[in-house]
């Protein structure tokens, strides 16, 4: 089937292309890599180095960073997270192979909806995460959908290699098919000649299949220089069993607050698109809302859930509300004016609502100045609800239906913009968000270059002294002292004696380090309190992203005789 393209399709693209590349690009680096990104970025670098280490099941970001590293002669922040950021900005095409299906606009629109989510901004300015298998999976399926074989198998390939979070998406998908199957046996959901033309018997598997196995033995081995990866590649499939062996603290609501904060507008969107499309039989919205409520089922049921695992549910959220958009963008000549008031209105009138909601951080719970801002919020919304029934009742319902999407689509575009600047981490790590990994390092900056500078004073070298450290499980620590040599060993195993130039430990009084040492103490791995938050810290987050914090902390011990102060042994 083909679909007919309009003017400036491909520029309006490219800009999506753009739009992705900033967001997902822009101070890549300045945050510190995680314990969950660092151990990836670690074994990455020793291949670069020529070492062997053991892999995680996640091949292909390890495989391919390893490059990257090897071309730069080092690792750095922004490197190990330069795969991920490139591939998510590519997510963008995917509505391309699907245009067919959802029409060009819709996916045009889509395509901006993917640039702009804060979830998959957040997911691509991460290492080693989902974002791989979402962007592989769903080229792999739009070549397949295209009848391109080789480049289905290739991507597929790539899709094998991306990690655990790729079982999650096809389990995801295979249960929609199959629900989608039972539906279509009892009452179908479009006619036999509007039914894309995907049957198996139409697709070539064999030149899939060749693809397929070639990029396996050479990407997936990276040319046969890292045979394990293939072995880390089939890593991934018990490490997805794990996480439904694993319990998580983070609880099945917040999954569904994610999606109010960072998605209003396609929640909003998604939501009328799916009454509608399930009261009028759609054939395009049905198997969307399927794969949407699979996916959130999947997300939350997973014992060991976190937000990232709504990634494979923003897809066909996004695709539902850039469905429903596209029904409201067309407007008759002689609607444009009232359109164009009720726009302003709800604009207007969801301004006011925000700015009162954000006036409630600053009071107290119980003041009655809190209670008149509560139900002055209560009474705005009220009244932009009479107001829009207003509107249908003296003009029409499509105006006030277009108007009040549009005036929404404003308002909750702006949040949503404002989310996603969040989650790329331009606010500052000190505005902490939901789509962020855990425990992110505080001082890992401040660390490194205190360990520099001081063997820089003490051996005019500031990489030359090894570190030593003591008692502590942390590959995000490891990463910061790349650049020095760095010995991991047990607490019960710390030789004083054999004196080395620096020690980290945690945060413990050693009289054995204190009598030949200087300490300086640092914040590590930093955690917002999400769990033990009240009700108006929630508030206070959502209006202002601040929300207590609390920190491990760490001591960083330097030998004395380092310091330029240090006196000289009497002989």
């Known amino acids: 089937m083909t679909y007919r393209h309009f003017k400036h399709e491909g520029w309006l693209y490219a800009l999506a292309f753009v739009l992705a590349i900033a967001l997902r690009f822009i101070q890549l680096g300045a945050m510190p890599l995680t314990d969950a990104e660092a151990a990836p970025a670690l074994q990455a670098l020793h291949i670069a180095q020529g070492l062997k280490p053991a892999l995680s099941p996640h091949p292909l970001y390890i495989l391919f960073t390893s490059v990257l590293f090897f071309l730069y002669g080092g690792g750095t922040d922004f490197l190990a997270r330069f795969f991920p950021a490139l591939i998510g900005s590519l997510l963008v095409f995917v509505p391309l192979f699907f245009a067919d299906r959802i029409k060009p606009r819709p996916s045009l629109i889509l395509a901006f909806f993917i640039a702009l989510d804060p979830g998959l901004v957040s997911l691509s300015r991460q290492a080693a995460s989902p974002i791989l298998a979402v962007t592989f999976l769903l080229f792999a399926w739009g070549f397949f959908a295209q009848k391109r074989a080789s480049l289905a198998g290739f991507f597929a390939a790539l899709a094998l290699l991306s990690g655990p979070s790729l079982w999650a998406g096809i389990l995801g998908l295979a249960i929609t098919w199959a629900i989608l199957k039972g539906l279509n046996s009892r009452r179908p959901l479009q006619p036999a000649s509007e039914t894309p033309d995907l049957q198996p018997s139409t697709f070539n598997y064999q030149p899939s299949t060749i693809s397929l196995v070639a990029t396996l033995l050479t990407i997936g081995t990276l040319f046969f220089i890292v045979p394990n990866g293939l072995s880390a590649a089939l890593a991934s499939i018990p490490a997805y069993i794990k996480a439904w062996l694993t319990d998580s603290d983070v609880p099945a609501s917040r999954l569904f607050f994610s999606l109010l904060i960072y998605q209003p507008l396609g929640f909003l969107l998604a939501v ?300």
């Open 272 to 571: 009328i698109a799916i009454i509608r499309g399930w009261r009028t039989g759609s054939r395009r919205i049905i198997p969307l809302s399927i794969w949407f409520l699979v996916s959130l089922l999947l997300a939350i049921f997973v014992p060991s859930r976190q937000v990232s695992d709504l990634a494979w549910a923003l897809i066909p959220l996004w695709a539902m509300a850039a469905l429903e958009l596209t029904r409201n963008v067309d407007v008759f000549i002689e609607e444009r004016n009232e359109v164009a008031g009720v726009i302003f209105l709800t604009a207007f009138i969801w301004t006011f609502t925000w700015l009162d909601f954000s006036g409630l951080v600053w009071l107290p719970a119980n003041s009655q100045e809190y209670v008149m801002r509560f139900w002055l919020l209560i009474g705005s919304l009220f009244l932009l609800i009479m107001s829009l029934l207003l509107v249908a009742a003296g003009w029409s319902i499509r105006i006030a239906r277009i108007g009040g999407i549009w005036g929404l689509a404003l308002a909750f575009g702006v949040l949503g913009f404002g989310g996603a600047l969040g989650t790329a981490g331009l606010r500052g790590m000190s505005h902490p968000e939901l789509w962020w990994p855990a425990n992110i390092p505080a001082h890992a900056d401040l660390l490194e270059s205190t360990v520099s500078d001081i063997s820089e004073w003490g051996l005019g070298d500031d990489h030359a002294a090894p570190v030593m450290i003591v008692g502590l499980d942390s590959s995000a620590l490891e990463w910061a002292l790349r650049e020095h040599q760095v010995f991991v060993v047990d607490a019960s195993r710390l030789d004083i004696s054999s004196a080395p130039y620096f020690v980290v430990t945690p945060f413990q009084d050693n009289p054995a380090l204190s009598s030949a040492y200087r300490g300086q103490d640092f914040i590590w791995r930093q955690t917002p309190l999400w769990n033990v938050s009240l009700m108006q810290d929630w508030i206070r987050w959502v209006a202002l992203r601040d929300m207590p914090q609390t920190g491990e902390t760490i001591i960083l011990w330097a030998r004395d005789d380092l310091f330029i102060d240090s006196v000289p042994p009497q002989q």
